[in-house]
């Protein structure tokens, strides 16, 4: 009887700590999706963009943002690891090395790119 009692007590630790892993990866997740929504006011500038959705890209590693300029749909595309924001690519046209360094330093890294959201608009 003991022996089932604390493989339940065990049973109930491992599920506690997927569920908090899980909450820890879905906040992760939010975080990178505002990150890569905040770069669409850097990126696509001009008149009539507008922001409609942003969410998960096709890889676990992607979030995707989708917005109109016009009539025309567009995407940007963002790649993260464990460090960060490692690559941007516009409609499939990758940023440089150095314009990525300069959006995340001079940009995302600033209050401005917080009140510019285009999901807090």
């Known amino acids: 009887m003991?022996?089932?009692?604390?493989?339940?007590?065990?049973?109930g630790v491992v599920v506690g700590f997927l569920a908090g892993l899980a909450a820890?990866?879905?906040?992760?997740r939010e975080d990178r999706v505002a990150t890569c929504?905040?770069?669409?006011?850097?990126?696509?500038?001009?008149p009539g963009?507008?922001?409609?959705s942003a969410g998960a890209g096709q890889s676990p590693d992607t979030v995707r943002?989708?917005?109109t300029q016009g009539l025309r749909p567009h995407?940007?595309?963002?790649?993260?690891?464990a460090t960060g924001l490692i690559?941007?690519?516009?409609?499939?046209?990758?940023?440089?090395?150095?314009?990525?360094?300069?959006?995340?330093r001079y940009y995302l890294d600033?209050?401005?790119?917080?009140?510019?959201?285009?999901a807090g608009r």
């Open 2 to 11: 003991r022996f089932g009692r604390g493989l339940f007590v065990a049973a």
């Open 24 to 28: 820890c990866e879905g906040t992760l």
């Open 37 to 46: 929504r905040r770069a669409l006011p850097a990126l696509a500038q001009g």
């Open 49 to 52: 963009v507008a922001f409609q």
């Open 65 to 67: 943002v989708d917005y």
């Open 75 to 81: 995407r940007l595309t963002c790649r993260f690891d």
């Open 87 to 104: 690559e941007v690519a516009a409609d499939g046209r990758t940023l440089s090395g150095s314009a990525l360094h300069l959006l995340r």
């Open 110 to 118: 600033t209050p401005d790119a917080a009140s510019a959201d285009p």
